[in-house]
C-alpha cells in the first residue's frame, strides 16, 4: 500500500477558504467534509485537510501558530507545465491571495508562490521530466555537455 499525505492547516473562514481554493481547480471529498472542516483534494494520494482554527488546536499540543506573522511551512504543489504554474497562481491571486516572491526560474525547475487568505506560503512547481528522472546535478552536467 502506498502511504496517503494529509497535511492539515488551520483556516480562520472555513466557507471562504473552501471558496478560494475551489476557485484555483481543487475539489472535496464530502465524505470528510462538515461544518469545521473541508478535505482537499490535492490528488489520489495527498489532501489538504483545511480545518477552523479552534477544530485545528483540537490535534496540536502547543498554540496554533498565525501564517500571516511567520513561516512554518511551504506547501508546494506541481503543475504540468510552465504555462499551468503561471495560470495557477494567477487564478489564486484573483481569488484573493498575495503574491510571496518573484518567479523563480532554474532552467529545469520553474516556480511562483503565493500566501492564501491565511497567510500559508503555496508554491507552484514545474519541474523538467528528465531533471525529475536524473536529478538537478545530472541533469545540468547533461546539458553542459552537450552545449
Given at each position: 500500500m502506498s502511504r496517503l499525505l494529509f497535511l492539515n492547516l488551520p483556516v480562520a473562514d472555513l466557507p471562504a477558504s473552501r471558496a478560494f481554493f475551489d476557485r484555483l481547480g481543487f475539489g472535496f471529498d464530502e465524505k470528510f467534509c462538515d461544518d469545521q472542516a473541508a478535505c482537499m483534494v490535492v490528488?489520489?494520494?495527498?489532501?489538504?485537510?483545511?480545518?477552523?482554527?479552534?477544530?485545528?488546536?483540537?490535534?496540536?499540543?502547543?498554540?496554533?501558530?498565525?501564517?500571516?506573522?511567520?513561516?512554518?511551512?511551504?506547501?508546494?504543489?506541481?503543475?504540468?507545465?510552465?504555462?499551468?504554474?503561471?495560470?495557477?497562481?494567477?487564478?489564486?491571486?484573483?481569488?484573493?491571495?498575495?503574491?510571496?516572491?518573484?518567479?523563480?526560474?532554474?532552467?529545469?525547475?520553474?516556480?511562483?508562490?503565493?500566501h492564501d487568505l491565511d497567510g500559508h506560503l503555496w508554491e507552484i512547481v514545474w519541474m523538467d521530466p528528465v531533471a525529475v528522472e536524473k536529478g538537478p546535478a545530472e541533469y545540468a552536467a547533461e546539458l553542459q555537455d552537450a552545449g
Open positions: 490528488s489520489e494520494q495527498a489532501f489538504v485537510m483545511l480545518l477552523e482554527r479552534n477544530r485545528f488546536a483540537d490535534f496540536v499540543t502547543r498554540p496554533v501558530a498565525d501564517a500571516r506573522h511567520a513561516t512554518a511551512l511551504t506547501v508546494a504543489v506541481s503543475a504540468e507545465d510552465r504555462d499551468a504554474v503561471d495560470a495557477l497562481a494567477e487564478a489564486a491571486w484573483d481569488a484573493g491571495a498575495t503574491p510571496a516572491k518573484d518567479p523563480q526560474d532554474y532552467g529545469f525547475m520553474y516556480q511562483r508562490s503565493f
